[in-house]
């Protein structure tokens, strides 16, 4: 799955994201971890899906273990 992840960091940095959901969403089905949900929000925000990103900021938020920087992203999707 971790190949998925960084084709998926790859396509973030390159601004394809429609490849990097894609590869975020087969990621998240592997592995839910928080760090996948973040990027795949960061994802679907390129794609103006801001709902589907709060969704995933606050499946992500629930984890103890999160990064701060989620919910600053929150924020801005909420935006």
């Known amino acids: 799955p971790w190949a998925l992840f960084d084709r998926g960091l790859l ?3 390159r601004r394809e994201y429609r490849q ?3 590869d975020f969403d087969r990621f998240v089905a592997i ?10 929000a960061i994802a679907r925000l390129g794609l103006d ?8 900021l606050d499946r ?8 701060t920087r989620a919910y600053f992203l ?6």
């Open 31 to 40: 592995r839910p971890i928080p760090a996948g949900l973040i990027n795949r």
């Open 60 to 67: 992500a938020l629930a984890d103890p273990q999160t990064p």
């Open 11 to 13: 396509a973030l940095d």
């Open 74 to 79: 929150r924020a801005s999707a909420l935006d």
């Open 20 to 22: 990097a959901l894609a």
């Open 49 to 56: 899906d801001a709902a589907g990103a709060v969704a995933d």
